[in-house]
């Protein structure tokens, strides 16, 4: 049975029984006047289950419309089954589990072997459960089929793949705060669930390094069984074959212990209003949110229904008033959520412009306040029936989708004909079942409210609504980077001075220094991905203190980055300029005075000061630890006693995702017109490398056009 031809089939009916209504000659029929004959019974092709003596639950769902076949195991145990030490564990277990191969073969010999005959074998872990599946021509099932179960069975989690999925979830820590709707979306989830809920801890840089691979083969040890998991099979083949083909392999596997019950605590935040600053942005993520409930809840058919007429779609009620009428919100929606395992989040949400966040939030709040004077009508809800069982069959409108479907059932202990119901229970909500929900469970008292944006820009300030609670978003730096606090020197000692005068020696002097006023510098900037290096050409213009021009060439053109104490701005091909965000600007006028060049120059002025104290081995070398104020800009120097060269300096600074801690280690010092400068800079962010920067050419003092700082005009839009 072909499920896409019959859903739209449905569609069609509609359209030629339109176009077959006779007409009077120039009449035009009102649409609302046609007869539209109820939605003909959908009786999706149910697959076919089986359990093994050992617990193993089996899907059979044939489809025989292509050569393919397809199958997922879904087994018990997921990532808020995992110890709060070790957060990420499941996210590690799910990626090395394909990645490092099995005890015969490597995961890259894996994907040698499957590359060839364009088939897939993928794991991957989640909140509930982990999964492995296939993807492959039946002709190369036996040989895919062969490898899935040798995954499944018997993985290796090699160390240098555990190492890899680590650098690489360090990466994710460290970019999570790069996306305004990803913040509001986590953080409003602590705050319906309670900060300490297993379903929203995040993985840190020390919970990713303590896990083991030992961790990862007592995870397998533990949930891996056949009696814990369901494997649903979908595809071109004989049920018959395939059942003795998945009882030959599987009915002897041994079944595990019970695994642990779930104990779960709830605790959401107080009602209140909840911020999360960002001055990068110029638009606000609104969340309201509370805990919401679970799909066996009886109450579930007329919330889906509300959640529809409410803030469901571009005809819900919140849609028309706070977007359309009164022009507020770029999206806006939600309801009352549920989820098949746990409970869902009851959250409205909201999308603006900076200046009307206040005004959304308020309109937002007369919306819930209405449903108790004026209900959801039945033009609404009839509406909301028709967009609900219109979309239904587009769940199902594949055999692979209808098996998704009763795999899901059967893990979360769900009737198996809960699918089935649902379009017949919808029918039967009423109006009073819609308006019984919305009055009991939308409290507006209830609600933690969460803004995410620039509240610089707000209209007014969020604690005219009620007393705010900032929540600190700032990321926690990795064990064993050294995270510098040292007291702010205000006086410099004598051995720190000492050190000074020893370092401007080996830089070229106090009267060489004096003389630089600017620099033009050509380099090579490798950034450090888990992906691999990516270098580039570059050339910086640096006018002490204040200025800094930056041309780098990428594989997208050419792009300029200025920081001027008046502006700062990149400007890239085919987007304009765009400025940087307030702290961007700060933290890079920072680094200029924190180069050594700017510090040693200015090493006798009234405001720069240097405190030595305490040794550290860089290499080989016992070096002397300064801590420098250049005039609030605040570094330390490890330098080397005999030579006067600074070996490695650590800031703090600003990274996409944050403050990290910052240390660069300094190599190849070479002379260039009098002046001693390291031309190769490695760079850590966090104690993980992150770029290397390698000098080609110096100059010293250019001649520089005050135009390269200046902002870029903008072209007028053509308009026809």
Known sequence: MNFKRTALSIIFGAVTMFAALPQAPGQTTNWQQIPVPPLPAFKPQQPKRIQLSNGMVIFLQEDHELPLISASARIHGGSHNEPAAKVGLVDLFGEVWRTGGTKTQTGDQFDDFL?????????????????????????????VFKVFVDLLQHPEFRPDKLDLAQKQAYDSISRRNDDISAIAHRESAKLAYGKDNPYVRQPEYSTIAAITRQDLVDWHKTYIHPNHMILGISGDFDPKVMEARLRAVFESWPKGGELPKDEVQYHPAKPGYYVVPKEDVNQSNIHMVTLGTTRNNPDYYAISVFNEAFGGGFSSRLFNDIRTRRGLAYSVGGGIGANFGHPGILQFVVGTKSQSTIESIQALDEDIANLTKDSITDNEIKQAKDAILNAFIFRLDSPDKVLAERVTYEFYGYPSDWLDKFPVEVQKVTAADVNRVATKYVHRDQFAVLVVGNTKEFEKPLSSLGPVTEIDISIPPPPGAKEEKSEKPTASNEEGSAIAAKVVAAMGGEAKLATIKSLKAKLTLTQKTPQGDFPMQMETVVVFPDHLHAEMQTPNGTVNIVVTPQAAFMAAPG????????????????????????????????????????????????TRIVDVNAAGALIRWFVDPQNGHILKETYRTLSQGGPVQGETDMENWKPVEGLNIPFVRHNKQNGQDSSTAEYVALEINPTVDSKLFEKPTEKPTAHR
């Open 115 to 143: 590359e060839v005959r364009a088939a897939k074998v993928e794991t991957s872990g989640g909140p509930d459960s982990t999964s492995i599946g296939l993807n492959c021509l039946k002709g190369d099932f036996d040989d």
């Open 575 to 622: 987007q304009g300029s765009q400025d940087f965000p307030a702290s961007q600007k700060t933290e890079t006028l920072e680094q200029i005075k924190r180069d050594p060049i700017f510090i040693a120059a200015h090493s006798k002025d009234s405001n720069v000061f240097f405190h030595a104290g305490g040794t550290e081995k860089v290499g080989d070398i016992e």
